[in-house]
């Protein structure tokens, strides 16, 4: 019950912040739209449509994470905020969990937006469309989170964290470009996300070298989240 509150909070400044929707949100809908212009109201090559909205669909996982996960909490740290929300909270866990509740929220409000677009615009089955990205989201979502709380255990100042995340971001769109080689999912959460997706919709034949891969990088994300949480300062470390 702590949380909830806390979860309020983290929704509101999110949402405070609108442009931050233009790069979550906006980004994926522009690219979708523009790569498969040739095929708006044709039903034509499902497949391919569907492969690239998962796709972003990923890419939204993974910048919500970063957004709402470990950067933010450097962030609070530094300013001081993580020790004020202990006296609501009580636990860093609680502080944790309303990040990732409060991300969660977002990430599906926005995901269930480009679904209903991309449905309309390529005559897709609306309500398997949803079901698949629900079920994507939910299987992703947490493991990316844990990934990136490791920003969290780092000796890093506020204004280093945005350009951070822009690098990364990029580094990843990178990564995932090579999707041929299996290798890079260890590297790129867009692309374990992609590959998690193609194997949820039927797209990519289940192997068992897959299945063990991406279980394999699924549990080594939650071991960082899990490390990054032991390591983590709720007091500033850059004092003025």
């Not at 969660?104 to 937006?113: A, T, W, Y």
Request: aromatic content about 16%.
């Amino acid at each position: 019950m702590h949380a909830i509150p806390l979860v309020k909070h983290f929704i509101h400044t999110k949402m405070y912040y609108k442009i931050n929707f233009i790069f979550t949100l906006g980004v994926p809908i522009g690219s979708i739209i523009y790569s498969m212009r040739d095929q708006i109201l044709q039903k034509t090559d499902t497949h391919t449509i569907i492969n690239t909205i998962f796709y972003w669909i990923g890419y939204m996982v993974v910048l919500y994470a970063l957004t709402g996960s470990g950067p933010s909490l450097v962030i609070l740290r530094e300013e001081q905020f993580i020790k004020l929300f202990l006296f609501i909270a009580s636990s860093p866990w609680s502080i944790i969990f309303a990040q990732f509740i409060a991300q969660f929220l977002l990430l599906m409000f926005s995901v269930l937006l480009l679904d209903v677009l991309s449905s309309a615009l390529f005559l897709l089955p609306l309500f398997s469309l949803i079901g698949q990205s629900l079920l994507i989201i939910l299987i992703c979502s947490f493991p990316v989170f844990s990934l990136f709380l490791n920003f969290a255990a780092w000796r890093i100042r506020p204004e280093t964290v945005t350009p951070l995340i822009n690098i990364l971001i990029f580094f990843f769109i990178f990564l995932s470009i090579n999707e041929s080689n299996m290798a890079f999912v260890l590297f790129s959460p867009i692309d374990y996300i992609y590959r998690v997706s193609r194997l949820v919709t039927g797209e990519a034949t289940a192997t068992l070298l897959q299945i063990a891969l991406l279980t394999a990088v699924t549990i080594v994300y939650l071991l960082i989240g899990i490390f990054s949480l032991k390591k983590l300062k709720t007091l500033p470390i850059f004092r003025n």
